[in-house]
């Protein structure tokens, strides 16, 4: 059984840094593509980045936080990371990481297992 447990979530000023961290259990995650999601009050959830399976270098992130946001993954920890810079209000969220049984990255939201989230927000 799948398990996916994000962490590393908090308060934050604008401007700051985190680093999410997503540490999946039941399957590893270098062969899978992994992608983090984000939910604000009051709106649909949306894409944040993706990354494909190790066998490809490919990552998408989303317009609004490309060149500030990171995704990475340690195969050797089964973990997945989301490192966030210079941290808008506008990304307070819940941040949510997910992973499929496809090797591609891309900008879908169509995966087959979710975490429970971690909430970020950043205060003005």
């Known amino acids: 059984q799948v398990q996916l447990v994000e962490s590393g979530g908090g308060l934050v000023q604008t401007g700051d840094s985190l680093r999410l961290s997503c540490a999946a259990s039941g399957h590893t995650i270098d062969t899978y593509s992994m992608g983090w999601f984000r939910q604000a009050p009051g709106k649909e959830r949306e894409f944040v980045c993706s990354i494909a399976s190790s066998y490809a270098d490919i990552y998408y992130c989303e317009d609004s936080v490309e060149g500030r946001f990171t995704i990475s993954r340690d195969n050797a920890k089964n973990t997945l990371y989301l490192q966030m810079n210079t941290l808008e209000p506008e990304d307070t969220a819940v941040y949510y990481c997910?992973?499929?049984?496809?090797?591609?990255?891309?900008?879908?939201?169509?995966?087959?297992?979710w975490g429970r989230g971690t909430q970020v927000t950043v205060s003005s």
């Open positions: 997910a992973m499929r049984r496809v090797i591609w990255a891309d900008r879908g939201s169509s995966y087959d297992w």
